[in-house]
C-alpha cells in the first residue's frame, strides 16, 4: 500500500518536471526569436518602437508635418494610387526620389527581381511586403 502512494507520488514529480521543462524550454526559445527578430529589425519592429522618441521634437500642430497633409505634391514617378498607398503607410511621398539613380534600381532588382520592378515601374501598386524588403534600397 504504502509502495504504490509512493509510486505516485514520483510519477506526479516526474510529470511536474516534464511540465516544467517544456513551458521553460517553450519561453526560452519565445526570447531568443524575439531577440533576434528584434536585433535583426525584421520588418522594422524596433523602427516603429522607437519612433515616438525620434519624432518627438516634431510639431504635431503644424498640419504640414503629418503624412498625407501635402496634397498638392505630384511626385514625377508614383502614379496618384501609389502616392496614396505609400501616404497609406505613413511616408510621405515627397521623401521618394525624383530620380532613381542606377545603383539603387540594381538593389531593387536584387531583392524584388527585374520583373515586379518593371512592374511597379510601369505603374503596378507595390505591396508593404515588398516596400519593406526594397527600404533598405532607398
Known amino acids: 500500500m504504502i509502495e504504490e502512494v509512493e509510486s505516485k507520488n514520483n510519477l506526479s514529480k516526474t510529470l511536474l518536471i516534464i511540465l516544467i521543462t517544456v513551458v521553460l524550454?517553450?519561453?526560452?526559445?519565445?526570447?531568443?526569436v524575439g531577440?533576434?527578430?528584434?536585433?535583426?529589425?525584421?520588418?522594422?519592429?524596433?523602427?516603429?518602437a522607437f519612433k515616438g522618441i525620434?519624432?518627438?521634437?516634431?510639431?504635431?500642430?503644424?498640419?504640414?508635418?503629418?503624412?498625407?497633409?501635402?496634397?498638392?505634391?505630384d511626385h514625377l514617378l508614383l502614379t496618384p494610387e501609389q502616392e496614396q498607398?505609400?501616404?497609406?503607410?505613413?511616408?510621405?511621398?515627397?521623401?521618394?526620389?525624383?530620380?532613381?539613380?542606377a545603383d539603387l534600381e540594381k538593389c531593387a532588382v536584387e531583392r524584388?527581381?527585374?520583373?515586379?520592378?518593371n512592374e511597379i515601374i510601369d505603374g503596378d501598386v507595390p505591396s508593404m511586403l515588398e516596400i519593406l524588403k526594397a527600404k533598405e534600397c532607398f
Not at 524584388?112 to 520592378?117: A, F, I, T, Y
Request: proline content about 8%; some cysteine.
Open 54 to 73: 525620434f519624432c518627438q521634437s516634431m510639431n504635431l500642430n503644424d498640419p504640414n508635418m503629418l503624412p498625407g497633409s501635402n496634397t498638392n505634391y
Open 85 to 101: 498607398i505609400v501616404e497609406s503607410y505613413g511616408l510621405d511621398p515627397s521623401l521618394i526620389p525624383e530620380e532613381i539613380p
Open 112 to 117: 524584388l527581381g527585374e520583373k515586379r520592378v
Open 25 to 32: 524550454t517553450i519561453i526560452i526559445y519565445t526570447l531568443i
Open 35 to 48: 531577440a533576434c527578430i528584434w536585433y535583426k529589425d525584421m520588418f522594422g519592429l524596433r523602427t516603429l
